[in-house]
């Protein structure tokens, strides 16, 4: 399996940005299928985005669509969660997600390795 660390987390205002960073090693990082989910307090794991191997597809969750990119860097064995717009909604622990598969489904069984995860904090 990939280890997965993630950062970039912290306080920020509404309207504000963040950059999550996630680095990974122990596997070959381009065979990895990379992604971010979400969890808020009382709520599930919820998709935030995924992007695939060479970063030719990248799909984000309609509540964020617009707002949130995610992208790669195979050369540095990491991917980055760039959060523009932020608002309190989503305020929540955000987890890096690795999964050999060409296209995992997008809830939280669908990804085999998990970062401890880093919290975001979006004031109103």
């Known amino acids: 399996q990939v280890q997965l660390v993630e950062s970039g987390g912290g306080l920020v205002q509404a309207g504000g940005s963040l950059r999550l960073s996630c680095a990974a090693s122990g596997r070959t990082f381009s065979d990895y299928t990379m992604g971010w989910f979400r969890q808020a307090p009382g709520k599930e794991r919820e998709f935030v985005a995924d992007i695939g191997r060479s970063a030719a597809r990248a799909n984000v969750a309609e509540s964020v669509k617009g707002r949130f990119a995610i992208s790669r860097d195979n050369a540095k064995n990491t991917i980055y969660l760039q959060m523009n717009s932020l608002k309190p909604e989503d305020t929540a622990v955000y987890y890096c997600?690795?999964?050999?598969?060409?296209?995992?489904?997008?809830?939280?069984?669908?990804?085999?390795?998990w970062g401890q995860g880093t919290q975001v904090t979006v004031s109103s």
């Open positions: 997600v690795s999964d050999p598969r060409i296209i995992p489904p997008k809830v939280a069984a669908g990804y085999i390795s």
